[in-house]
């Protein structure tokens, strides 16, 4: 039957949004994820695959699924661990805060000075140190995309290198920030239908 030519399948599809929703069990996620968030078996093949390449069809659970990559960013997830000093009057400060923006820059410096020493223990410097409610996991702020952060930290993370220790000024205070990881991002559709016996 040459009408069904017209109709695009989902490798040819430019409107994921609408084919999933019309043939698919599952909804198109957009959230980009990492490696670590997909399928563990099959997290491998789906990573590898090139800008509209599919696979699959495969079983996963109680679904066959054929997956497609839409879009990659490299370096799209970002792991940092800061030491926040704030001062009376900053944004979130709390209550017990004291001192002036002037003392928290030169205690900022100081910390940034012993942090990028040789045999720094940045979790226990941000432990001691940090004003901010990641302390207790030494400044741990876990995962993040481009974006959740402010501005000026956001940039300073996504824009260098893993390692890269510094001092960042934002309305909540001087950071200093430590990048701790980085990695691919990939947003992939997958059409699913679910195996009823």
Do not use: C
Not at 15 to 38: C, E, G, Q, V
Not at 129 to 148: I, K, T, V
């Amino acid at each position: 039957n040459d009408t069904m030519d017209t109709i695009p399948g989902f490798r040819n599809t430019s409107h994921i949004t609408a084919f999933l929703d019309r043939n698919s069990d599952m909804k198109f996620d957009t959230i980009y994820k990492a490696k670590r968030d997909l399928s563990v078996i099959f997290a491998d093949t789906l990573v590898s695959l090139k800008v509209d390449e599919t696979f699959g069809p495969y079983r996963d659970g109680n679904f066959f699924k054929v997956s497609k990559m839409v879009d990659k960013k490299t370096d799209g997830t970002a792991k940092a661990s800061h030491i926040l000093i704030t001062w009376k009057g900053a944004e979130r400060a709390g209550e017990n805060i004291t001192r002036t923006k002037e003392e928290a820059k030169v205690k900022a410096k100081e910390l940034l000075a012993d942090a990028k020493k040789e045999d720094a223990v940045f979790v226990q410097l941000a432990r001691d140190n940090s004003d901010g409610p990641s302390a207790p996991n030494g400044g741990d702020l876990g995962y993040f995309q481009e974006g959740a952060m402010v501005a000026e930290f956001n940039d300073f993370v996504f824009g260098n290198a893993t390692g890269t220790i510094d001092l960042v000024e934002t309305d909540l205070g001087y950071h200093i920030v430590k990048i701790d990881d980085k990695q691919d991002v990939y947003q992939i559709a997958t059409l699913a239908r679910e195996v009823e016996p």
